[in-house]
């Protein structure tokens, strides 16, 4: 049964996509079967890997809230990569967005992604940097949430909104569906410990999500550098300091899954 994992934030600019796809092809290099949903209207998931991006997840959910038969797996690539494939997605992800509204079940991409429950150990899901829509399906789709945030006040702040909607929505998910979702844990990114403003956002983490604040991840040129080569870090620079932070935090997903 796959474990899904959500990285979620209402502000963007956090290295959500950075995270999802080197958390996902870090699983994929330890032997797991893993699948990334890329649901930021950009598409940087598959930019990202070296790939086209696709309307993929628009299809896929039209048919779904349309209630066309659809077989998803039309819509998965594979990435050249062993173990990892891809369901891509483009602007036209935004046009899904709009599609599910406020009116739209809240299981829609759960009940899209079921018939994917055997054939995954991780699905990992990229959102946009909003609230509802497909991120909050998304996390309601998802056994644990992972929450990027750059060490700085306003990341942190959006992080403590999403934290706080997370909350109230978990509470009425859990009422009224049954949802048995969880904070997988926040992220530090872009952290900088020369600077009091990396020191000051990290210690604020701490103090209000304790144990759940993962290690940091440091600011580094090579993960920028290895996206414009539509490569992950392990393939770029596999013995950089990132490599090995990313490494940390995937152990931690699979320890706590």
Not at 69 to 97: C, E, F, S, Y
Not at 199 to 219: M, N
């Amino acid at each position: 049964m796959a474990n899904k994992v959500a990285v979620a934030n209402h502000k963007g600019g956090v290295a959500k996509t950075t995270t999802t796809i080197t958390v996902a092809h870090c699983c994929a290099l330890h032997g797991y079967r893993v699948l990334i949903v890329d649901g930021d209207p950009q598409g940087q998931c598959s930019n990202a890997l070296g790939l086209p991006s696709e309307p993929g997840l628009f299809r896929a959910i039209s048919a779904m809230v349309s209630g066309v038969a659809d077989d998803v797996h039309q819509w998965i690539r594979k990435t050249g990569r062993t173990n990892l494939d891809i369901l891509p997605g483009n602007d036209t992800t935004a046009m899904a967005q709009v599609m599910l509204g406020a009116e739209k079940s809240i299981d829609v991409i759960d009940n899209l992604l079921h018939p994917l429950r055997r054939e995954y150990d991780y699905i990992f899901f990229d959102t946009a940097p909003s609230a509802g829509g497909i991120q909050e399906r998304a996390c309601y789709a998802s056994k644990f949430v992972l929450c990027p945030t750059a060490t700085e006040y306003l990341s942190s702040d959006g992080l403590t909104q999403l934290a706080g909607s997370l909350w109230t929505k978990s509470t009425s998910l859990k009422n009224q569906h049954g949802w048995d979702g969880a904070l997988m844990g926040v992220l530090p990114t872009f952290y900088d410990e020369s600077t009091s403003v990396s020191k000051e956002s990290l210690d604020q983490l701490k103090t209000q999500f304790g144990r759940d604040v993962l290690l940091p991840i440091h600011r580094a040129t090579a993960l920028r550098e290895c996206v414009a080569e539509g490569k992950t870090i392990f393939e770029y620079a596999p013995a950089h300091r990132a490599s090995q932070e990313y490494e940390t935090v995937t152990a931690e997903i699979i320890r706590r899954s």
